[in-house]
């Protein structure tokens, strides 16, 4: 049987339950290899792909006899067949995270499990820890990204917009084997660093500016999450401080993500060395990165974090004093059991653009 | 009071509840403009938005004392302030189609609400009939619609990819105003176009053959949809008859819409239409359009509906054969009371690119 799915099995033993019933699509994805609409239906003996007319002759040439999964087009399935499905299970796990309640309700009809419950993430936890297969895809999403932070530097200009840069990061994904982008850039530049959520605007990339870059590509899947910081044409003490602060703070943490290490202590300590220099860690030190751009686990100095080998995380500390500037750096990382390597790999020293 | 908050009051005491819990960001938007993270609450009195940190600036600078709106943040109210809020309610709705069984728990718990019922789309209902200030967002995405389309049609060349096709339609629309896609571009060429959903690839457009564009810019929240398909440097006589069948169609359809006609009956005809030609209408014949590309209402010969005054839908029918070819022609439409207006205005004549 399919790998994922083995393990799946396993897991749903623990937690004591017979069936699931998976719809979110990056779920169905990750289990399967499958891009199709559809339900993925596991019950005691088998597992079922439900999807209809437009997909299931790309679906069935995916899958192979190894998958131990029938494909099927919902149209030549009746009512009992959905009743039929669940007949031997006590209990019936459900995405309460991804389906509505209108779909729940729907699912009640539709199946009458004996009882429906909540599957609470249970492969969103399996996706914490990585594969082989799915580290070499972050890593190649982490190579065009970085290959992207060149080309960026390369062209970036006064005078140009932060949408016109934004547009160029696009652009470079595309042309470079990516399927697109990991989430919505973030262009930001002078004062507009200051949020960390900023949108890219027509605002003209100024003499002085920092400029602010948030951006990843997104290759078979898989995401890359990075963030460098730099100046055009000069920098003041004071922001060549905060540059260096945060620098440090972010390559020490790197130094200390491996796995057994705590993620909470390693975000306390960005937290107290932020604080000793009046600075606030506005936000979580990181967040793990896969299918999703952010996806479990969270670093943060306020939730316990024990790091496990092949986990993938970003170490992303910044400062903004509001209305004035931000600067965040931030890496996608691997953890391995006696270091972590970075996947992003751009330079980190602070670069003045003439 | 905000005007569309208003109306929806209206409705509200028409279904008998009395408090409404929103958080699709869309009706959020639609109603009170804002686009900002947080839920819109309403009650006998009152209208609340509920955001955080992040947004509450922002959010209080785009309010005016006309839209009796109070935002707060989140972190400035504490338990009693949720429970309190529907106290008068019997009735409290929430989107059923949006909120997710987790979330829907939270609600009973955080609100406590007497009668938690389902919306049954209040909002979503209003929607289907726009303002005039909604036709003008609409009209302006389809004019840059229409412009990308004479842009593509001077640079598209044989030897060129689908990806780098849909590539330079994306660039086109940000650098013309447009917020960016209205939906996931659609280029197909040759026995690609046999797919009504394809997905741009790396095929290379070849002379002979037939180009699928669907495609839309959204400008200022608001969406265009439109498709042409055009040829390559030849036509077998075979595709221009199916090209004319489609053409013919779409062109009288396009006619019969107008307020007071049936939906069902204009699809029906096409239905007939492509049968007598030994073709099926594969999908529904069109769809509403505004802040979402697929809203309500849906023109189809098994939903009954009665076209009104300010609704904008597609007509869009097709011929699709499958591995061979496909052919799609379609139009955004603005419904009138004598009339329908094409509100994307390309030339639909049979093009064959040189």
Redesign the interface.
């Known amino acids: 049987m399919n790998r994922k799915i083995s393990q799946l099995r396993i897991r749903m033993e623990a937690s004591g339950i017979e069936g699931l019933i998976i719809s979110n699509p990056i779920n169905i994805r990750y289990l399967t290899g499958l891009e199709a609409e559809g339900y993925l239906l596991i019950n005691e003996n088998e597992n079922f792909f439900v999807t209809d007319a437009?997909y299931i002759e790309k679906v069935n040439s995916k899958l192979t006899i190894e998958d131990e999964i029938i494909a099927q087009d919902g149209k030549d399935l009746d009512q009992d067949d959905f009743l039929n499905f669940f007949n031997n299970a006590q209990k019936v796990g459900?995405e309460?995270?991804?389906?509505?309640?209108?779909k729940?309700?729907r699912i009640l009809i539709k199946y009458r499990p004996k009882e429906l419950v909540?599957a609470s993430r249970i492969i969103e936890n399996m996706r914490i820890i990585k594969s082989e297969d799915e580290i070499e895809k972050i890593e190649k999403a982490c190579n065009i990204t970085d290959s992207c932070y060149l080309h960026i530097l390369d062209h970036i200009k006064i005078g140009m917009t932060e949408?016109q840069v934004a547009?160029e990061i696009?652009?470079f994904f595309?042309?470079n084997g990516a399927d697109g982008l990991a989430f919505d850039t973030i262009v930001a530049s002078g004062e507009n660093t200051s949020?960390?959520?900023a949108v890219p605007t027509n605002r003209i990339i100024k003499a002085g500016d920092p400029v602010l870059i948030d951006f990843g590509a997104k290759y078979k899947g898989y995401c890359a999450d990075m963030t460098r910081t730099f100046f055009m044409q000069e920098i003041s003490d004071e922001y060549k401080k905060i540059y260096e602060l945060v620098k440090n703070v972010q390559e020490k943490a790197l130094e200390k993500i491996k796995s057994g290490a705590n993620g909470n202590e390693i975000s306390k300590s960005v937290e107290n060395e932020f604080s000793m220099n009046d600075y606030d860690l506005m936000h979580a030190l990181g967040h793990g990165v896969g299918m999703e751009v952010h996806e479990k686990p969270i670093l943060s100095p306020r939730i316990n974090l024990d790091l496990q080998e092949n986990m993938v995380v970003t170490d992303e500390p910044g400062i903004y004093i509001q209305g004035k500037i931000g600067i965040r750096i931030e890496d996608t990382i691997l953890v391995k059991n006696m270091n972590s390597i970075p996947l992003t790999k751009s330079n980190k020293n602070l670069l003045i653009i003439s």
């Open positions: 437009r459900f309460e995270d991804y389906v509505t309640y209108e729940y309700q909540e949408k547009l696009y652009d595309i042309k949020m960390p959520h």
